[in-house]
C-alpha cells in the first residue's frame, strides 16, 4: 500500500503543509515588526519565548484533549488559535497585544504539533509509519520552506498588513482539510494504558531529540553570527542543512519500515555529533565554504534521521491508546531543546568563542550514544517489520 493510497493521509498532508505554513508567515516577522515599532530586542525576543512556554505547557496537556474532544475539533481549534489573533496585529503591533497574540497562537500551535504527529500515527499503517512520518515531515519544512521567505520579503516591501492577513487565512485552509479527515476510532485504554509513558520508554528517544535539538538551535541562531562577514555562505549552509533534514528523515522512515526501529538511532547520532564537530573545526578555521556545507550536510542528516527514528520508536512503544502521550513527550522535547540550546549555547559563545558552540553541541549530542547502548531496553532485538 502506498502512502497517498492510505485514508486520511494526504489531507493529513495537506492540513501540515497549511498549518506550518501558516505559523512560518509570522516567526520572524512579528518579532521584527515589534523591533521596528520601537520595541527594545529584549522585547523582540520575549514575543517568540512566550510563544514557544505557551506551545509547550499547551502540548503536555493536549493527549487528554485528544481523548475528550478528539483529532478533529482539537486540530480545528489549534488552526483557529494559531490564524485569527494575527488580525489584531492590523489594529497594532505594541507591546500588550504582539505579547497576547503570541501567547494565543503559541496555545494553538501547541495543540497542532501534538494532534498533528499523532494523528499520522493513527492514520498509517504499521508497515508504513516510517515513511508516514517522514513524509508528513516532508510536508510540514515544504510549507515552512515557502512561508518563512515569502513573509520577509512581503514586510520588507512594506506589506505587513498583507503578511498579517495570510497569516490568518492560510491555517484556515487547513481547516478545510480537517473536515475533509476520516473519522477516528480511538483504541479502547486497558488495564491502565492511559498512564503516562514511563522513562524506560521516553530516555532514549527524549533524550536524543533534546540534545540534537538544542545543538540545532545553536546551529540556526548563530551561524551566520559565527561566520561574521559571510552571512551569504552561512544562508545557504543552514538551507542545506534543512535539506539535508527532510532526506535524513525520509530515508530514516524508509529504513525503520525496513528493518524495525532500535537501529538507527546510534549512527544518527553520531552522525550529528560529527557534523556539529565539523561546524566547529570549520568555525575556528575562518568559515571555508565547502566545508560548512560538508557540516551542513553532516548534521542535517543525522538531526533528521533521530527526529523519525525517536518519534516512531515512540509510537511503536506507546501503542494504540497512548499516541498523544508519545507525540507530547517528543514534540516537547524538540521545542524545549530548541529553545534552550539557543539560549544556553548563546552564553556559551559569549564566553569562549563561537568554535565552543558547536564542540559542546557536539559533545552533548555524543553522551547520548551509550545511553542508548546501555539504557534498559535499549538492546533488545529490532521491531522488525516487513514492507
Avoid: K
Wanted: charged share 10%; proline share 5%; aromatic share 4%.
Amino acid at each position: 500500500m502506498s502512502l497517498l493510497r492510505t485514508r486520511g493521509m494526504p489531507v493529513a498532508m495537506a492540513m501540515g503543509f497549511a498549518a506550518f505554513g501558516g505559523w512560518s508567515l509570522l516567526l520572524p516577522v512579528v518579532p521584527l515588526a515589534v523591533s521596528e515599532a520601537g520595541g527594545s530586542e529584549a522585547l523582540a525576543g520575549a514575543v517568540t519565548a512566550v510563544f514557544m512556554a505557551a506551545t509547550v505547557a499547551t502540548q503536555l496537556v493536549t493527549p487528554r484533549l485528544l481523548h475528550v474532544w478528539g483529532y478533529r475539533l482539537v486540530l480545528a481549534v489549534g488552526c483557529l488559535l494559531l490564524g485569527l489573533p494575527a488580525l489584531a496585529l492590523l489594529a497594532s503591533t505594541a507591546a500588550p497585544v504582539a505579547l497576547g497574540v503570541s501567547v494565543v497562537r503559541g496555545v494553538g500551535f501547541g495543540l497542532l504539533t501534538v494532534a498533528g504527529s499523532a494523528l499520522v500515527a493513527e492514520l498509517a499503517p504499521r508497515e508504513l509509519l516510517g515513511r508516514a512520518t517522514g513524509a508528513q515531515g516532508i510536508a510540514i519544512a515544504t510549507g515552512q520552506m515557502i512561508a518563512l521567505p515569502v513573509g520577509l520579503a512581503l514586510f520588507g516591501r512594506g506589506h505587513a498588513n498583507t503578511v498579517y492577513v495570510l497569516g490568518a487565512a492560510v491555517p484556515m485552509l487547513a481547516v478545510v482539510a480537517i473536515a475533509a479527515l476520516p473519522r477516528i476510532r480511538h483504541a479502547a485504554a486497558e488495564d491502565g494504558s492511559r498512564r503516562r509513558l514511563p522513562l524506560s520508554v521516553l530516555l532514549v528517544p527524549c533524550l536524543a531529540m533534546l540534545a540534537v535539538a538544542a545543538a540545532y538551535g545553536g546551529v540556526t541562531s548563530l551561524l551566520p553570527i559565527a561566520v561574521a562577514g559571510r552571512a551569504a555562505v552561512a544562508g545557504v549552509a543552514l538551507s542545506v542543512a534543512s535539506a539535508a533534514i527532510l532526506v535524513g528523515r525520509y530515508a530514516a522512515g524508509l529504513l525503520v519500515d525496513r528493518i524495525g526501529v532500535g537501529r538507527i538511532m546510534v549512527p544518527a547520532l553520531a552522525c550529528a555529533a560529527s557534523g556539529a564537530v565539523l561546524f566547529a573545526v570549520t568555525v575556528a578555521g575562518g568559515g571555508n565554504a565547502v566545508l560548512l556545507m560538508a557540516a551542513a550536510i553532516l548534521f542535517g542528516g543525522g538531526f533528521g534521521a533521530v527526529q523519525n527514528e525517536s518519534l516512531v520508536t515512540l509510537f511503536r512503544s506507546a501503542g494504540p491508546t497512548r499516541l498523544g502521550a508519545a507525540s507530547a513527550a517528543w514534540n516537547v522535547s524538540f521545542d524545549a531543546g530548541t529553545g534552550v540550546g539557543a539560549l544556553a549555547l548563546g552564553a556559551v559563545a559569549g564566553l569562549a568563542g563561537h568554535a565552543a558552540v558547536y564542540t559542546v553541541g557536539a559533545v552533548a549530542i555524543a553522551l547520548v550514544i551509550p545511553v542508548a547502548l546501555l539504557a534498559p531496553g535499549a538492546r533488545r532485538p529490532a521491531d522488525r517489520v516487513e514492507a
